[in-house]
């Protein structure tokens, strides 16, 4: 279930990014001889308003065949190439707008339905609890909301910690599914832990969707900076061998989806969210083949006045395109290696 979700949630994304570039093109009269979801053989075809329509074999990206993007074997400029450096402009980055448009659009459903998380400093809330600890055999649960302890309510989610300074019993006032309850939890110095996992508690705060919308579009542009780092930070962990997590690959996507389907519908609009967004950010990345890479060879070749000819335009893009798959190669094993704790 985890996969067919996965393939879902990429397949949409993949296609409202390729739609972006395809309708910019349309809008100038640039024709789009095919358009693929899915790389390889094509499973399903079918064609109508001259173009192609796919599905195929490999589920990992797809494609917007754009006329005049490659070089004419005859040298002839048609469709893209016949473009000024706006209306190219226009083709490259509209697929990123697209992908963002559907990352607001679901984090203003999720801000309106859900609500926006805001931190209870005076709640802590128990996210993990530990094997044989002195949590579990108190009665503890991952969910549960400690407000007071031994009568005395929570000044901040750190008091928790408070309960080392006394060995003996300690009455835990906590909430489980909104409901209260006591729990007796037995301190001894030899335990050196208590158990948990824990943090703030949080409180969903629900937006008219045009407020929601607006707060998401804040969001991501205050997020864009640390997410273009982590990239970074990734790309350079997947060739050093130091993974640092902040990067994933179709495995460990598809991990994340199914711990979000275990959670509801919200966290799958959250995952998708955070998908899109990625995606429009990576494609902003200046690595040859990528938008934000194709965009920097059409500004490069403007500030040489036209020396970049197109056929090396393209052997840049191809170098470029086989470092992609070298990358995701890279990453699929640091995703394989931790899921089997490697």
């Known amino acids: ?200 508690g949080v409180a969903y705060v629900q937006l008219p969707f045009p407020s929601a919308f607006a707060q998401a579009v804040q969001f991501s542009v205050g997020f864009f900076p640390e997410m273009v780092q982590s990239f970074i930070r990734g790309i350079l962990g997947a060739f050093t061998g130091t993974a640092t997590g902040e990067v994933v690959g179709p495995v460990g996507i598809v991990a994340m989806t199914g711990e979000a389907a275990q959670e509801g519908w919200f966290a799958l609009i959250r995952l998708m969210a955070v998908i899109n967004l990625s995606l429009a950010v990576f494609n902003l990345l200046p690595i040859p083949s990528l938008d934000g890479g194709r965009l920097f060879m059409l500004v490069l070749n403007g500030l040489t006045r036209g020396r970049i000819g197109p056929e090396h335009e393209a052997a840049v893009n191809f170098i470029g395109f086989m470092f992609l798959i070298f990358l995701i190669v890279m990453i699929t094993l640091q995703d394989v290696q931790r899921f089997f704790g490697g």
């Open 1 to 200: 279930m985890s996969l067919v979700l996965f393939l879902l949630i990429l397949g949409v994304s993949i296609f409202v990014h390729e739609l972006g570039h395809y309708l910019a093109a349309r809008l100038q009269g640039v024709g789009v001889p095919a358009f693929s979801i899915g790389f390889g053989p094509p499973l399903v075809r079918f064609k109508r308003g001259g173009t192609e329509w796919r599905l195929s074999l490999i589920p990992l990206g797809g494609y917007a065949e754009i006329e005049g993007m490659v070089p004419d074997p005859d040298g002839r400029l048609r469709g893209y190439a016949r473009l000024g450096f706006l209306g190219k402009a226009f083709i490259l980055l509209a697929g990123v707008v697209m992908n963002l448009l559907l990352a607001w659009t679901l984090m203003a459903v999720l801000f309106s339905g859900q609500g926006i998380p805001r931190a209870i400093p005076t709640e802590a809330h128990i996210v993990e609890v530990l094997p044989e600890s002195l949590a579990e055999r108190a009665g503890l649960r991952p969910g549960d909301v400690i407000v007071a302890i031994d009568g005395q309510p929570l000044e901040a989610y750190t008091d928790l910690a408070k309960v080392k300074e006394r060995p003996g019993p300690h009455a835990l006032t906590v909430l489980r599914d909104g409901a209260p309850l006591e729990i007796q939890l037995v301190w001894t110095p030899e335990a050196e832990q208590i158990g948990v996992r824990y943090r703030p």
